[in-house]
């Protein structure tokens, strides 16, 4: 499976931005997949999460009623919504694909990364 994120960008505190994430190759290999992001000095960190079945979405408090996870089947697209951003949400944002049939957090779990867009959140 290989992921291409993209989407990101600067924007100004309570701004938005979409990412995307298109999947390609093996696919059917994949079940739930993932928003991660990174900030500098700091683990990387779950922010969103699909089953490309539908359902299974899950959210940390840290960006729940801001960020919306969807996916288009048809484009093997998955999609990050990012509303009311704030500085604290800057980071370079991955998507990523996971075996697993639920909801998982850990990074450990997922077994295809895509390379990361930065998204930049000015005060």
């Known amino acids: 499976v290989q992921l291409q994120a993209s989407g990101g960008g600067s924007v100004q505190a309570g701004g938005s931005l979409r990412l995307s994430c298109a999947a390609s190759?093996?696919?059917?290999?994949?079940?739930?997949m993932g928003w991660f992001r990174q900030a500098p000095g700091k683990e990387r960190e779950f922010v969103a999460g699909i089953l490309w079945s539908g359902g299974g979405q899950y959210y940390p408090g840290s960006v729940w009623g801001r960020f919306t996870i969807s996916r288009d089947n048809a484009k093997n697209t998955v999609y990050l919504q990012m509303n009311s951003l704030q500085p604290e949400d800057t980071a370079v944002y991955y998507c990523a694909a996971s075996k697993a049939l639920i909801t998982t957090t850990v990074a450990s779990d997922y077994d295809w990364w895509g390379q990361g867009t930065q998204v930049t959140v000015s005060s």
């Open positions: 190759g093996r696919t059917f290999s994949s079940n739930y």
